[in-house]
């Protein structure tokens, strides 16, 4: 139902019958110190009713516009009886004002809007069979993984770059054509993929000579080496593609999101299920499967009937954020090795199964991350968790020691904290007004720490405890997000990007993955460099 003001029987108020007045004859009217309005309810006078009942269309306007949060829509039910009656409003007469509000706001994100009334109804059952919980899926989703949103991809030699738009482009090694341009050429300046024209993207990931990108119709494109399970280094695929080539055994799901972790792939779909492809020849992802397989599974056990809104992988692992009625939680699977499955212990998990340390910490999981060796997760209330193999401090907690449960990092508790990226042992954290700190790993200068003015001081330092990145501070801009390299074999760099779409890069660049030329024989930047794309 249209909630315009035009087509909901109010009358146009005409003003320029009114009369001009004197603001001094406006002021002069003396007004009654004792005159005051009466409040008024409608039927009986039950604390929670009020007189907006009257034109409830008023109401589900507010509800829809103002972008309520779902937590907020639950309160209104369970504190007034107005929001639990039917509204008596279409597409269904018997939705609750809240549970119409809730629709109405689904309705307007992308991957719900091309759904069928059956797979609205379906995908509302699996989150719990309410609207108010389907949104908070969808909230959840667009969250922790930037969903029709610039974004920044830092992968292994080369780097993915999409605007606000769906224009990717991308830069870096190209031995395998996984730059998209239809050559093996390198790439020193970001490139727009141009055979992607007109199709707009929501969603990249950049693996080993390998990149995959998703459009807003849920359709896969990948390029580079044709595999979906290959080591970083190793046998290369039968053939390489140069272009952007559509996935054809994923053209039946609505994907959201994809994930390169060593050995295997996996992928997101629209209505919260996980599949994988390949490193499942022993049963480690639940299913039989070779390393050149090109179907995807279903990943199988605890998280087949319950919607995850995130995926992450690893080195042999892989991190699921899961949506339940009951709040948000973290599955994993695969390689414990380092304990980087949080369950207490080093061994491997052929079956998801729940991080329960979280429930302990009191602490509701948004976004996860999934770097090598280690993961982190970051909290509703800003809290950041990091557990797994700790070398070089890429835990934060002072040391180098592993962590096999999630643990909260104490240096970070005055910080409220929003996003989370991790790599080969290294961390970045993003707090809430922008600034970023960083610990780990200090080789390739991907950590952003340099200690006096020509940058050179201690910025291949390994950093054990979370550092303010200054050089992040001194570009004035405030940074949404953060990637950097996720490999055990490719020198790191970083890129940060800001609210207003710039886009800052450090780390190494000896194949053109900064996007930007190096002079005087150099392989890497210390400090942050503008790339010269707009994001926005």
């Known amino acids: 139902m249209a909630m315009d003001s035009t087509t909901s029987g109010t009358p146009t108020i005409q003003y320029h019958n009114i009369t001009d007045q004197p603001v001094t004859a ?47 829509l639950a309160k209104l039910e369970a504190t007034c009886s107005f929001f639990r009656q039917p509204a008596s409003f279409a597409p269904d007469y018997e939705l609750s004002m809240s549970e119409l509000a809730a629709l109405d706001m689904c309705q307007k994100r992308a991957i719900f809007k091309p759904m069928t009334p059956e797979e609205r109804q379906d995908l509302k059952q699996r989150c719990g069979g309410s609207w108010k919980l389907v949104l908070r899926f969808l909230l959840a989703g667009e969250a922790c993984c930037r969903r029709e949103r610039s974004q920044a991809i830092a992968g292994p030699g080369h780097s993915i770059a999409v605007t606000s738009n769906g224009v990717a482009y991308s830069f870096g090694s190209n031995s395998s054509g996984q730059l998209g341009h239809g050559t093996t050429e390198e790439e020193w300046r970001p490139r727009q993929i141009r055979s992607l024209q007109g199709i707009r993207i929501i969603q990249a990931a950049a693996g080993p000579g390998r990149t995959m990108l998703i459009s807003d119709a849920g359709e896969v494109y990948a390029f580079g080496k044709d595999s979906f399970g290959e080591a970083e280094y190793g046998v290369q695929g039968t053939k390489t593609v140069t272009t952007p080539q559509l996935v054809e055994s994923l053209k ?25 492809f390949s490193w499942g020849n022993d049963g480690k992802l639940g299913h039989q499967t070779e390393p050149n397989d090109v179907v995807p599974h279903p990943l199988l056990g605890a998280l087949e009937n319950i919607p995850v809104v995130q995926i992450a992988a690893g080195y042999c692992y892989l991190l699921a954020l899961a949506c339940q009625p009951s709040g948000m939680s973290v599955y994993s699977v695969g390689c414990g090795l380092g304990g980087k499955l949080g369950h207490g212990s080093r061994t491997d998990e052929k079956y998801p199964r729940l991080i329960e340390q979280f429930q302990l910490l009191n602490l509701q999981p948004m976004v996860v991350a999934a770097g090598a060796w280690h993961a982190a997760v970051v909290g509703r209330d800003g809290r950041v968790c990091t557990w797994g193999w700790g070398r070089y401090g890429c835990l934060g907690h002072g040391n180098e020691e ?33 600034d970023v700190y960083s610990f780990g790993c200090g080789e390739s200068a991907s950590l ?45 760099h970083t890129f940060a990007l800001t609210e207003s779409g710039k886009l800052f890069a450090f780390g190494a660049g000896d194949k053109g993955q900064l996007g930007m030329e190096l002079v005087n024989s150099q392989t890497e930047r210390g400090n942050p460099e503008q790339v010269d794309v707009d994001l926005r």
Do not use: M
């Not at 039927?43 to 309520?68: K, M, R």
């Open 26 to 72: 406006i002021v002069a009217v003396p007004v009654s110190t004792y005159q005051r309005n009466q409040r008024h309810c409608f039927g009986d006078s039950i604390p929670g009713e009020f007189p907006l009942a009257a034109n409830p269309s008023i109401v589900l306007h507010v509800l829809t516009t103002c972008n309520l949060d779902p937590q907020d």
């Open 252 to 276: 039946n799901i609505f994907v959201v999101q994809a994930a390169i972790g060593n050995f295997f792939t996996a992928v997101l779909s629209r209505e919260g299920r996980v599949y994988t």
């Open 448 to 492: 952003g720490h340099n200690s006096d003015g020509d940058g050179q001081g201690n910025r291949h330092t390994n950093v054990l405890s979370p550092e303010l990145v200054t050089s992040l501070k001194e570009v004035k801009e405030r940074v949404v997000q953060i990637s950097l390299t996720n490999s055990v074999y490719w020198n790191a």
């Open 402 to 434: 592993c962590e096999s449960v999630p643990k909260v990092v104490d240096a970070l508790s005055k910080v409220k904290a929003v996003h989370v990226a991790t790599g080969d042992y290294t961390t970045f954290v993003v707090s809430d007004d922008g």
